[in-house]
């Protein structure tokens, strides 16, 4: 079954500090793999996906299909990061059925 | 610059009422979907269409149908309101991989 796991429901940690969002993932093929944030107020956006390989807002995550992981890291994390963040798998090539975990606050002190 | 337009911000109706949520996009996207956000459960899509008039179910499409009379059109109908059914709903449109977010409607059943 398609499933996207992410076991922390919430994840403080003070300015600067580094910080892990973890993500797990089960699918029988070659998914895509994606990370979407909502600050307060605003739509859910794409942060961004694995294909691109590219690092937004100081983000990175890398794909490890051993593991099926999809982990969401910043070295320092910032006030502003403080969000609600949502991984997702979509199948190869489709953008309907994305599947999103349940979601994880992330709250930066200062 | 996509544009997701979700006609309401917030909704309170009465239990048996049946309630439209309507959403336009205006990118020409082909996929629509629907989701509900609820704390803890994430994102789980109710219908989504892949072209007009066409519609598929989701995850969770009890209580609800849709309509997609045209392209840049997605309506969810709540066929009979319950308390169960008040959530944040979201609407999404995509070409491809990424998904576009609505604001999100917050409908209340009382």
């Known amino acids: 079954a398609q499933r996207v796991t992410q076991p922390e429901k919430l994840l403080s940690v003070f300015k600067g500090a580094p910080v892990e969002l973890k993500c797990n993932y089960s699918?029988?093929?070659?998914?895509?793999l994606f990370w979407y944030v909502q600050y307060s107020r605003q739509r859910l956006q794409l942060l961004l996906r694995h294909i691109s390989r590219e690092s937004i807002k100081g983000f990175t995550a890398d794909l490890n299909k051993g593991e099926t992981s999809f982990h969401l890291k910043k070295p320092f994390a910032q006030e502003e990061d403080s969000a609600m963040y949502y991984c997702a798998l979509s199948p190869h090539g489709g953008g309907f059925k994305t599947i999103f975990g349940a979601g994880t606050r992330l709250f930066v002190k200062a | 610059d996509v544009k997701v337009t979700q006609s309401s911000r917030y909704l309170v109706k009465r239990t048996g009422e049946k309630v439209f949520l309507e959403c336009v996009q205006d990118?020409?996207?082909?996929?629509m979907f629907w989701y509900r956000q609820d704390p803890g459960l994430g994102l789980r899509l109710i219908y989504f269409s892949y072209d007009v008039k066409m519609k598929e179910k989701g995850d969770i499409p009890e209580g609800y149908s849709v309509s997609r009379e045209k392209k840049e059109r997605f309506s969810l109908i709540l066929e009979s309101a319950s308390t169960n059914q008040t959530s944040m709903y979201l609407c999404?449109?995509?070409?491809?991989?990424?998904?576009?977010f609505g604001q999100g409607t917050r409908l209340t059943v009382v």
């Open positions: 999404a449109s995509s070409a491809s991989d990424e998904a576009f």
């Open positions: 990118m020409d996207h082909e996929n």
């Open positions: 699918y029988s093929g070659s998914p895509e």
